[in-house]
């Protein structure tokens, strides 16, 4: 049985809601904010009963924008976003399992009702995230791509990255949870059906996502929060070891020509307050914590990163890339700044060279 087969077979026949579930990687949402427990209020039951995702995936700014969600399941996260993105946006679900798809489809027109629609604007398709180019999607056509803790289940993890990247709009952003390793997983237990099943097997090495995600074109990835997760099954926990595994969120930009590391060009942000629901504190990732008012230096990359995709709006850009200061902040790389060791040309003959073994 391939994994792709296994998966389904998990998914669509072992678990019949997130009570089978033998750990909690694959069931851990952060803390929700008020607007979002509204909208989820509206979903219906079967469809949050077969919800199996690790992390909430409703980024900011939404309004009318088209987003597309990898590994749909039974579309508890399409149908929260379609809330979101209003009627005149689009979601569009994809996944492999026929017993998921049927419960997303059996309630399209309860949700356009819930939500006052004259029309849904919401759509799923079969098929699997590493193959999006047998679903005849155009390239440059989604604003969004969100995923809930289906990547690491996929045998093809580049393949995703890749093609997300090439259907995401130019700007566009790829904002996703799933499941992370300190540690390679032994190839002996990706095969594991159960560790695979519960988003252990497939985890990824962190390290190893940080560059997969980079060749496939997102050039900076940002981790937006994580928690490590519980592993209390005793069997589970037995198999596994010392790997550690955390639930994360990341965000993904398609944004050209970003450099390879943070630059100080003395470049700032001030966040205006404008974005919904974050009217004090917008936090873009783990390190930047926006307050509305407050002018913060910001690296290169961060200031085209919110300069050049849907967040612009909603901030003054100061500086610009005229002058360059060396690396940013803590992630100063420079060799002169670490422990100094023996020079190689004499203390008493200097060469006249500038470099002094010339």
Same mark, same amino acid.
């Given at each position: 049985m391939?994994?792709?087969?296994?998966?389904?077979?998990y998914?669509?026949?072992?678990?019949?809601n997130s009570?089978?579930?033998?750990?909690?990687?694959?069931?851990?949402?952060?803390?929700?904010?008020?607007?979002?427990?509204?909208?989820?209020?509206?979903?219906?039951?079967?469809?949050?009963?077969?919800?199996?995702?690790c992390?909430?995936?409703?980024?900011?700014?939404l309004?009318?924008?088209?987003?597309?969600?990898?590994?749909?399941?039974?579309?508890?996260?399409?149908?929260?976003?379609?809330?979101?993105v209003?009627?005149?946006?689009y979601?569009?679900?994809v996944?492999?399992?026929?017993a998921?798809?049927?419960?997303?489809?059996?309630?399209?027109?309860?949700h356009?009702?819930?939500?006052?629609?004259?029309?849904?604007?919401?759509?799923?398709?079969?098929?699997?995230?590493?193959?999006?180019?047998?679903?005849?999607?155009?390239d440059?056509?989604?604003?969004?791509?969100?995923?809930?803790?289906?990547?690491?289940?996929?045998?093809?993890?580049?393949?995703?990255?890749k093609?997300a990247?090439?259907?995401?709009k130019? #700007?566009?952003?790829?904002?996703?949870?799933?499941?992370?390793?300190d540690?390679?997983?032994?190839?002996?237990?990706?095969?594991?059906?159960?560790?695979? #099943?519960?988003?252990?097997?497939?985890?990824?090495?962190?390290?190893?996502?940080i560059?997969?995600?980079?060749?496939?074109?997102?050039?900076?990835?940002?981790?937006?929060?994580?928690?490590e997760l519980?592993?209390?099954?005793e069997t589970?926990?037995e198999?596994?070891?010392?790997?550690?595994?955390?639930?994360a969120?990341?965000r993904?930009?398609?944004?050209?020509?970003?450099?390879?590391?943070?630059?100080?060009?003395?470049?700032?942000v001030?966040?205006?307050?404008?974005?919904?629901?974050?009217?004090?504190?917008f936090?873009?990732d783990?390190?930047?914590?926006l307050?509305?008012?407050?002018?913060?230096?910001?690296?290169?990359?961060?200031?085209?990163?919110?300069?050049?995709?849907?967040?612009?709006?909603?901030?003054?850009?100061?500086?610009?890339?005229?002058?360059h200061l060396?690396?940013f902040?803590?992630?100063?790389?420079?060799?002169?700044?670490?422990?100094?060791?023996?020079?190689c040309?004499?203390?008493?003959?200097?060469?006249?060279?500038?470099?002094?073994? #010339?």
């Open positions: 391939s994994v792709q087969d296994e998966v389904k077979n998914y669509g026949d072992v678990l019949q009570e089978d579930l033998k750990t909690d990687a694959c069931c851990t949402d952060t803390a929700m904010p008020s607007y979002l427990k509204r909208v989820l209020s509206q979903v219906h039951e079967e469809v949050l009963n077969r919800y199996y995702g992390g909430l995936v409703a980024p900011e700014q309004k009318g924008l088209r987003i597309l969600d990898l590994g749909s399941g039974s579309g508890r996260d399409c149908y929260a976003l379609s809330a979101l209003g009627e005149e946006g979601v569009v679900g996944d492999m399992t026929d998921q798809l049927e419960v997303a489809n059996r309630h399209i027109d309860y356009r009702m819930q939500f006052g629609y004259a029309k849904s604007n919401v759509e799923f398709h079969k098929g699997y995230i590493e193959k999006l180019d047998e679903l005849g999607f155009a440059d056509s989604f604003d969004i791509i969100v995923s809930n803790c289906v990547i690491n289940l996929s045998p093809d993890k580049e393949a995703v990255l093609q990247y090439r259907l995401l130019p #700007g566009g952003e790829m904002y996703f949870s799933d499941v992370y390793s540690r390679r997983v032994p190839v002996e237990l990706t095969s594991d059906p159960v560790l695979y #099943g519960e988003c252990l097997g497939g985890a990824l090495y962190w390290n190893d996502f560059n997969i995600a980079k060749q496939a074109g997102f050039s900076d990835p940002r981790l937006v929060e994580y928690r519980s592993i209390e099954n589970i926990k198999k596994l070891g010392d790997i550690s595994f955390y639930s969120t990341y993904l930009f398609k944004i050209e020509c970003l450099e390879p590391t943070s630059e100080n060009y003395g470049q700032s001030i966040y205006r307050g404008s974005l919904e629901h974050h009217p004090d504190v936090v873009f783990a390190n930047h914590s307050v509305k008012g407050e002018a913060v230096a910001v690296s290169g990359n961060t200031y085209r990163l919110l300069k050049e995709s849907r967040f612009h709006q909603h901030f003054d850009f100061i500086g610009s890339l005229a002058r060396g690396t902040g803590t992630n100063d790389a420079s060799p002169f700044k670490q422990r100094p060791v023996a020079a040309c004499s203390e008493t003959k200097p060469t006249k060279s500038s470099g002094c073994c #010339g």
